[in-house]
């Protein structure tokens, strides 16, 4: 049976409006995102904004405290791990902080911003500065505790931002994060046991 002309019009109309609503699907962003500044980017969420401007004042934090171990007397294996965790969150600091501009949000929340879900995860200062007060073997065993409870902080923000988060890149970062803190945690729990032992 041949078709008129009427019925392939109607067949050709049908196919580009499935084709319209199939990309219109394909493009749609999830729930509460908003648009990504890259073409075709699954956009970000308040969850991928909020663990950016968490991260950075506690990676800031970080870098304060592992730089206190410079000139002091510990062991040089935990010398070399300072200097790694340093040159590893100034990169993720710049990372972070160009995903923010490129989102038009400022580096930290107003104030108060995260008393909902607890505040915003940081060492206190008076804790950084008993640390930097301490001396000789007492430093060593203060600063890998402080570093311990400051990382794990990190490992609970990576966590939220790994079950609410959607922007793959932030995604991926957490993951990062979460792994290589909890090494890190858990290569300083040895150095403490090891304490005893060093002189």
């Known amino acids: 049976m041949k ?11 049908l196919t580009v409006c499935a ?5 219109g699907c394909a493009g749609a962003l999830r729930p509460g995102a908003e648009p990504s500044p890259d ?12 663990f950016l401007q968490m991260m950075l004042p506690h990676h800031g934090q970080g870098v304060r405290i592992v730089r206190l171990a410079e000139g002091r007397a510990v062991r040089p294996e935990v010398r070399t791990l300072a200097a790694a965790i340093e040159a590893t969150q100034l990169t993720e600091i ?20 995260h008393a909902a879900h607890g505040g915003l995860p940081e060492t206190s200062e008076s ?3 008993a640390l930097a007060r301490a001396t000789g073997p007492a430093f060593e065993r203060a600063f890998l505790n402080t570093l ?7 490992v609970q923000l990576a966590r939220m931002q790994l079950a609410d988060g959607i922007d793959p890149r932030v995604r991926d970062l957490a993951r990062r994060m979460e792994r290589s803190r909890s090494a890190q945690i858990k290569q300083m729990l040895l150095f403490l046991d090891n304490t005893d032992t060093h002189p």
Request: hydrophobic share 45%.
């Open 3 to 13: 078709r008129g002309p009427a019925k392939y019009a109607a067949a050709a109309l």
């Open 94 to 113: 710049t990372t972070m902080a160009g995903w923010l501009r490129a989102w038009r949000r400022p580096p930290r929340a107003p104030r108060h911003a």
């Open 148 to 154: 311990i409870a400051h990382q794990d902080d990190a």
């Open 127 to 129: 804790e950084i500065a």
């Open 19 to 23: 084709l319209l609503l199939f990309a």
């Open 39 to 50: 073409p075709g980017g699954p956009g970000f969420n308040g969850t991928d904004v909020m």
